[in-house]
């Protein structure tokens, strides 16, 4: 099963009633609705669509308080590579703007451990501040590293100061790159590792801890798609819509996602590269080959739901739920 069924009921035009400078190229939005209507709840983890464009959505973490039903908090990083996300909100989203919010969901849940190691890159920090409140006000044992260009360009230091000691900062100009060796070298019993931030960081991490660490004890959330793996074939695939009643075939070429929606099919979707959850898809029958970077390996292995922009069939047929 996914970590949390997808929630589409809420979508809605919100206010930024506050638009503040969290760090050098980083703003942190406070989203709220005009009227002062309490917003969905949500849990440390948790992301929202920001609709930027006809066709430019993009996912931000939220990075506020869950027991605050008032109002979302999202960190946005000006991206030197934004392919017009990033850019859109530094540009357009000042105080008194209004965006389309679609979600949250969560991908990214915060497990119960009597102790977590939490790793953050850059901006990979913003899942991170409603998971280590969680994780201290539920009394466990945790431990911050933060990792980032320079001092002034990690976000949110200010709210992470009030944690002490538990809190490593590592700006990359000061004491270089974390030693994740040392981090990871040794597992650590009963602690589970929760990592979010750059491609590379996450690829080492997850390196390391396939290593050694026990089945299950990393968690991590990508921003961007994770590259291929070398044995990653396109064929060719009939696909069939059991609610539909369609039967398409899915060239090589193309992705299911793709293939419905110009068979018109209601299907939706956001990042087209597999890290947001939004086309998540409930599989009939068929053999999946997985290539998002949301599902676990055990959620994998079972089968029951895919994402279709991504995704394929390793089989000759695939039926899905739509």
Not at 41 to 55: F, Q
Not at 177 to 192: N, Q
Not at 237 to 262: K, Y
Request: some cysteine; overall charge negative; aromatic content about 6%.
């Amino acid at each position: 099963m996914t970590t949390q069924p997808i929630v589409r009921e809420f979508e809605a035009d919100l206010t930024v009633v506050a638009a503040v400078e969290a760090a050098t190229d980083v703003v942190a939005l406070t989203l709220a609705t005009a009227d002062g209507t309490p917003l969905p709840p949500w849990t440390p983890g948790a992301h929202v669509d920001l609709v930027l464009g006809e066709d430019l959505v993009r996912q931000y973490s939220l990075c506020g308080s869950p027991a605050d039903t008032s109002s979302y908090r999202v960190g946005v990083l000006r991206a030197p590579d934004s392919r017009g996300g990033s850019k859109a909100v530094h540009a357009e989203l000042r105080e008194g703007a209004t965006v389309r919010v679609r979600g949250p969901r969560n991908h990214f849940p915060l497990v119960a451990s009597p102790r977590y190691l939490f790793l953050a890159g850059g901006i990979g920090i913003t899942p991170m501040l409603p998971m280590i409140a969680e994780a201290e006000a539920a009394g466990a044992e945790w431990r911050l590293v933060y990792g980032g260009r320079s001092r002034s360009s990690m976000a949110f230091l200010d709210e992470l100061a009030a944690y002490g000691d538990k809190v490593t900062l590592l700006p990359q100009d000061e004491v270089g790159f974390p030693d994740l060796d040392a981090l990871l070298g040794t597992p650590e019993p009963g602690t589970l590792v929760y990592t979010c931030g750059p491609t590379g960081l996450l690829d080492a991490v997850e390196e390391r801890c396939a290593a050694s660490w026990p089945a299950g004890s990393l968690h991590l959330e990508r921003f961007s798609a994770k590259a291929p793996g070398a044995d990653e074939q396109d064929s060719a695939f009939e696909l069939v819509l059991q609610r539909s009643g369609l039967t398409l075939e899915v060239p090589a070429d193309r992705s299911i996602f793709e293939v419905c929606r110009e068979a018109g099919v209601s299907v939706v979707g956001s990042c087209l590269e597999g890290v947001c959850g939004t086309c998540e898809t409930e599989v009939v029958d068929g053999d999946v080959e997985h290539r998002d970077s949301i599902l676990n390996e055990e959620e994998k292995e079972s089968n029951e739901f895919m994402m279709i922009c991504v995704s394929r069939c390793r089989g000759a047929s695939l039926t899905l739920d739509l």
